[in-house]
């Protein structure tokens, strides 16, 4: 063992901070960017936001009148014939017009289940006492509308408010399952439905053997046994049509009309529209914001000190670098979203059923481009479509064989199984072989599992439970 010195060759890649700027750019939605961009601009002095060119046109504008017909003729362009980025409406992508105050409209926030339960309990005479049980019986309450937490850990809950004992808790809770909607805060599917029949008038036909139903016999419900139920409640077809149909008419989970979640909005990346019989795309307006140098502070370089004109020249540096960052940005989007588009044109044509299989590599390799790219660029990225917006990962799914020797996309073949299933006789359901079978005169290569794999990822039952609901 000595010590020694050693020359050795070999290449290696360097993430410069350029390129490192780039590739997290690249996977940023467009809302994310958004706020990249407003940080650098509070952060960096050299880098000035530009307006709009649709901006400056409509500020031009509103100093003019009103460009009369003949002279909008003589530019040379009609509804018809103007190019693809211009004619897109102001409304597409701009938020809603402000008020008359100036202030842009708010949706109001959707009311929660816990929310219409809450102002039920405040409008209830009650003690104080039972109104902190209340609260506490309405906040342990899930989104279906059940009550999983048991009386005791309610008390212990309460322990440093009231000392309550779990017949108070119960009290208060049976009173709470006729607030609207009925039957919250049961703890079971049986005790939640006999609330829901408590509800219900004395001579509404078949309430009895509703509640028989309901209580003694909701395993053979679920399994929709006819001829045994009939059999467990001794009466006859028509008697127990009029018992199903009051049983059905019931909600098993109350809570489901108010958990919904909160809509998400997404603004399209790009759009694709057919012009003159050919599909193009262009990038939405405002997908590339315009930031520019401040000529201000980059005159100030050459007369400042030392270590002033040091950190301009840095962030002089840094800005121009995210300019270019931004550029490769949005030609990369662009690129992945024509070839998207030129790969899926049979979809934006006829639809999902003629979506063609479409893996990353694929467009990695028309545009020569790596996989990781198309992966970042792909993902939170939004094509806005005649059929729809959709991400751009929606256009990419894995192929079947078929029996000419091409492919057809999951997708596709999903499309195909949801429309043989919307038309299949309600009595008569199709059965996954059935399905499979139909697939393969269709000359596409499937086995019966893969159709079961299919369906369930679509969420449709099986056809003993299709059956069953027909």
Not at 67 to 89: I, K
Not at 225 to 240: K, P
Not at 345 to 365: N, W
Not at 425 to 444: H, K, M, Y
Request: hydrophobic share 40%; with cysteine.
């Amino acid at each position: 063992m000595k010590p020694a010195l050693q020359l050795r060759l070999g290449q290696s890649l360097a993430l410069t901070p350029q390129l490192q700027q780039a590739i997290r750019l690249l996977q940023l939605s467009r809302m994310e960017l958004e706020l990249e961009l407003n940080l650098a601009l509070e952060s960096n002095p050299l880098l000035d936001l530009d307006a709009p060119a649709d901006e400056e046109a409509e500020s031009a504008s509103e100093a003019e009148a009103a460009p009369e017909p003949a002279q909008e003729a003589a530019d040379g362009f009609d509804g018809d014939e103007m190019p693809l980025d211009l004619q897109f409406e102001r409304s597409d992508y701009r938020g809603p017009a402000p008020d008359d105050e100036g202030l842009e409209p708010q949706d109001a926030e959707a009311e929660d289940l816990r929310d219409h339960l809450l102002w039920q309990l405040n409008l209830m005479p009650m003690s104080p006492r039972d109104r902190a049980i209340g609260t506490a019986i309405i906040e342990a309450v899930d989104d279906d509308g059940y009550l999983a937490e048991s009386a005791e850990a309610l008390c212990d809950a309460l322990a440093t408010l009231h000392a309550v004992s779990p017949d108070e808790v119960e009290s208060v809770r049976r009173r709470i399952q006729h607030f609207d909607p009925i039957g919250v805060a049961s703890r079971s599917l049986k005790e939640c439905l006999a609330v829901q029949l408590d509800e219900c008038a004395p001579e509404t036909p078949g309430l009895a053997l509703a509640r028989m139903l309901v209580d003694q016999h909701l395993e053979a419900l679920a399994r929709l046994d006819r001829g045994r139920m009939q059999q467990l409640l001794d009466c006859g077809a028509e008697a127990f049509d009029t018992v199903l149909a009051l049983v059905r008419s019931l909600v098993p989970r109350p809570g489901s009309g108010y958990a919904a979640a909160t809509p998400e909005y997404v603004t399209p990346d790009a759009y694709a529209r057919k012009v003159a019989g050919r599909w193009q795309v262009a990038l939405a307006p405002g997908c590339q914001p315009r930031l520019g140098i401040n000529e201000h502070y980059a005159s100030l370089i050459a007369k400042a000190r030392r270590d002033d004109a040091q950190y301009l020249r840095g962030q002089l540096q840094e800005a121009r670098w995210l300019i270019k960052s931004l550029k490769t940005r949005a030609e990369t989007m662009l690129k992945v979203a024509s070839a998207i588009v030129r790969a899926q044109e049979g979809f934006l044509e006829f639809g999902a059923e003629a979506m063609r299989p479409l893996v990353l590599k694929d467009v990695a390799d028309e545009i020569g481009m790596h996989e990781s790219t198309i992966s970042r660029v792909t993902t939170r990225k939004y094509l806005h479509t005649p059929r729809g917006t959709f991400e751009f990962k929606y256009f990419f799914s894995s192929g079947v064989t078929t029996v000419d020797g091409g492919a057809a996309s999951a997708t596709a073949i999903q499309a195909i199984m949801k429309k043989l299933i919307d038309e299949e006789p309600p009595t008569r359901p199709l059965s996954d072989q059935a399905l499979a079978n139909e697939l393969n005169q269709r000359g596409i290569n499937v086995a019966r599992r893969t159709v079961a794999k299919y369906r369930e990822a679509m969420h449709i039952p099986s056809s003993n439970d299709r059956s069953r609901l027909g």
